[in-house]
């Protein structure tokens, strides 16, 4: 299967829509034709502020179009866009509310570093640079800003990416606020996302046996759990006085990356399978009509009856299941980090009396460095685990309940149509489209931006992998709350991450005045007391706020699952089609040429 592959089906599969001429699945088609035509890859700059970002951004472009300067300039998410039908470049604001306007440069350049409450991003369209076509560029602000202010970097930039850039300036080098961004990253991070390490503004002359080089290597392996590519800029000046680094080397490498055979098979298979779900959905809706063609009122009113039967059912396992599971587990989150605080201090506090009077150094540097981020990461890794068996339990319970009251739905209808002999045959041979899929065709237009604002939002549809509806009854609920359940606990432990940062700077506070050797070890372990409980205040205030949202989140899983099948033979009257054939041998017409194509 190729792009061109991708074109020809596309255009066999237009001709059953013009048909149908249903303005949902138009409206989709355009966005799925768009996709095939200008496939897009996503890159996610990330680092300290003031690392360069930016710089390395306007070096790409060989242009100042981005505000730099020795102070902090990147207040918000600005998006570099590569487009190939521009000849100047364009501002945009995406607002929180998922609208786009045009701006001029300067308010562009004042919302950069002063964004204001409406503003979700900036958006910058620049004409196409060679090699990196349907290239989205992601800017962000620093470590803090995007943890306090800029969930959507952690929700989906990151999430999206192909590939994340992280930059570090070589004068100071790897720093602590490295260390918790790179260990929050790892969390949030695809196995399959490449990430890059730039080490900004080297000495020209820089080789690969500088020894700060060298040590940005070993810990960017030892943080990120594998080999990561490491590349070094030089500051370079262009003849007007302006830093512009080429980094071509950089950019032919990540060219390389998104152009590899093994990312644009999966693109391409991801594309396919959204353009079946197209199709799986445009043959429903013939089948639907064709269905309620058949029916007389009153099968119609049964066929109501029994579908709203089925959404009180739903309404029931969300009243018995779902809310009293969540409700339980938002309850026992402050009591299990307080039991997990208590252990941690305890234990530390322990190993701090056993040690040497005269090791008071060495002491806080081993409880800074090693024995409270790993104990922290232990109880929080517990914690998901005991979260996850819990979550796993109540989602098998939902699907037993929720596959009972789809077969008695659906056995209701068998029984009711066993009389009509032409309508039963149609209605049996029906499959139901995954409509709400978690990573379906609609949920990837709708993370894309929606029909209101199409690239507004970020959805990389290699990242959106589409799983088939499968069988009628069985197994749906878990499936399609699984994302959001494996999002939730990496936020969790990104979380906690974040949050070993205020501990340790709590004790860093202690390393930093002079301590009589007699009473180092009681302020060491008020200072781990204190740390320990900001800790505990941070992560629990959001694990809490996190649970609360899993929750709506399952509710509305499932009520969006018992609505795709109690609506799958609904039609309002308006809607019945007096005649269908021409429907038919379209539906027909298509799925002979596809055959034929071998598409």
């Given at each position: 299967m190729t792009f061109t592959d991708l074109k020809k089906k596309h255009d066999i599969i237009q001709k059953l829509l013009n048909v149908v001429n249903d303005d949902e699945l138009t409206t989709l088609s355009k966005f799925m034709r768009s996709r095939i035509l200008s496939p897009e890859s996503y890159v996610t700059m990330l680092g300290e502020t003031s690392s360069g970002k930016t710089t390395l951004i306007n070096g790409l472009l060989q242009k100042k179009l981005l505000k730099t300067s020795a102070a902090p300039t990147t207040g918000a998410v600005v998006e570099v866009l590569f487009d190939a039908d521009i000849s100047s470049p364009e501002y945009y604001a995406v607002n929180r509310d998922a609208t786009m306007e045009r701006l001029d440069q300067n308010t562009f350049m004042s919302l950069s570093t002063n964004p204001d409450d409406m503003l979700a991003r900036l958006q910058i369209a620049v004409p196409e640079v060679e090699g990196l076509a349907g290239l989205r560029l992601f800017d962000t602000p620093g470590y803090g800003s995007i943890v306090d202010k800029?969930?959507?970097?952690?929700?989906?930039?990151?999430?999206?990416?192909?590939?994340?850039?992280?930059?570090?300036?070589?004068?100071?080098?790897?720093?602590?606020?490295?260390?918790?961004?790179?260990?929050?990253?790892?969390?949030?991070?695809?196995?399959?996302?490449?990430?890059?390490?730039?080490?900004?503004?080297?000495?020209?002359?820089?080789?690969?046996?500088?020894?700060?080089?060298?040590?940005?290597?070993?810990?960017?392996?030892?943080?990120?759990?594998?080999?990561?590519?490491?590349?070094?800029?030089?500051?370079?000046?262009?003849?007007?006085?302006?830093?512009?680094?080429?980094?071509?080397?950089?950019?032919?490498?990540?060219?390389?990356?998104?152009?590899?055979?093994?990312?644009?098979?999966?693109?391409?298979?991801?594309?396919?399978?959204?353009?079946?779900?197209?199709?799986?959905?445009?043959?429903?809706?013939?089948?639907?009509?064709?269905?309620?063609?058949?029916?007389?009122?009153?099968?119609?009113?049964?066929?109501?009856?029994?579908?709203?039967?089925?959404?009180?059912?739903?309404?029931?396992?969300?009243?018995?299941?779902?809310?009293?599971?969540?409700?339980?587990?938002?309850?026992?989150?402050?009591?299990?980090?307080?039991?997990?605080?208590?252990?941690?201090?305890?234990?530390?506090?322990?190993?701090?009396?056993?040690?040497?009077?005269?090791?008071?150094?060495?002491?806080?540097?081993?409880?800074n460095n090693h024995s409270l981020p790993m104990a922290i990461n232990r109880e929080t890794k517990e914690y998901e685990r005991r979260l996850m068996l819990e979550l796993d339990a109540m989602n098998e319970r939902v699907d037993d309940y929720l596959n009972e009251a789809i077969a008695d739905y659906y056995h209701e209808i068998e029984l009711r149509f066993a009389s009509n002999a032409e309508l039963a045959a149609r209605a049996s041979g029906r499959k139901i489209v995954g409509k709400f899929m978690e990573n379906g065709l609609k949920q990837y237009f709708a993370a894309f931006g929606g029909a209101g604002g199409a690239g507004a939002g970020v959805a990389n549809a290699a990242k959106h992998l589409l799983k088939k509806a499968g069988d009628l009854v069985g197994k749906r609920f878990s499936r399609e709350t699984y994302n959001a359940l494996a999002h939730t606990l990496k936020k969790i432990g990104a979380t906690s991450t974040k949050a070993i940062g205020n501990v340790v700077a709590v004790v860093i506070e202690l390393a930093q005045v002079i301590i009589d050797y007699s009473t180092w070890k009681s302020k060491l372990k008020k200072q781990v007391k204190k740390g320990l409980g900001e800790w505990y205040d941070k992560t629990v205030q959001t694990v809490t706020v996190d649970l609360e949202n899993l929750r709506e989140q399952n509710i509305k899983t499932l009520r969006e699952i018992i609505e795709e099948i109690a609506s799958s033979y609904e039609l309002e009257d308006d809607e019945v089609t007096e005649d269908i054939s021409a429907w038919l041998e379209q539906k027909k017409q298509t799925h002979k040429e596809l055959e034929e194509a071998g598409l």
């Open positions: 800029h969930e959507e970097v952690l929700k989906e930039f990151i999430p999206n990416s192909d590939v994340i850039i992280y930059v570090i300036g070589y004068k100071i080098g790897i720093q602590e606020n490295d260390f918790l961004f790179m260990r929050y990253i790892q969390e949030l991070v695809h196995q399959d996302t490449d990430v890059v390490v730039v080490v900004n503004r080297c000495p020209a002359m820089i080789t690969e046996k500088d020894k700060r080089l060298k040590e940005i290597q070993r810990y960017s392996a030892d943080l990120f759990h594998r080999n990561i590519p490491v590349f070094t800029v030089a500051a370079e000046v262009n003849a007007s006085g302006e830093t512009l680094p080429s980094a071509k080397e950089l950019w032919d490498y990540i060219n390389k990356l998104l152009r590899s055979p093994e990312r644009q098979n999966t693109l391409v298979n991801t594309l396919n399978a959204y353009l079946d779900d197209l199709l799986v959905q445009a043959d429903n809706l013939v089948d639907k009509r064709e269905i309620a063609h058949l029916m007389t009122q009153q099968e119609k009113k049964d066929l109501r009856a029994y579908a709203e039967d089925l959404r009180n059912k739903g309404d029931h396992i969300i009243r018995a299941e779902i809310i009293p599971t969540f409700d339980r587990l938002i309850s026992d989150v402050p009591k299990l980090f307080s039991r997990a605080q208590e252990e941690i201090y305890e234990n530390i506090a322990v190993a701090i009396d056993n040690e040497a009077t005269g090791r008071m150094d060495e002491t806080i540097a081993f409880v």
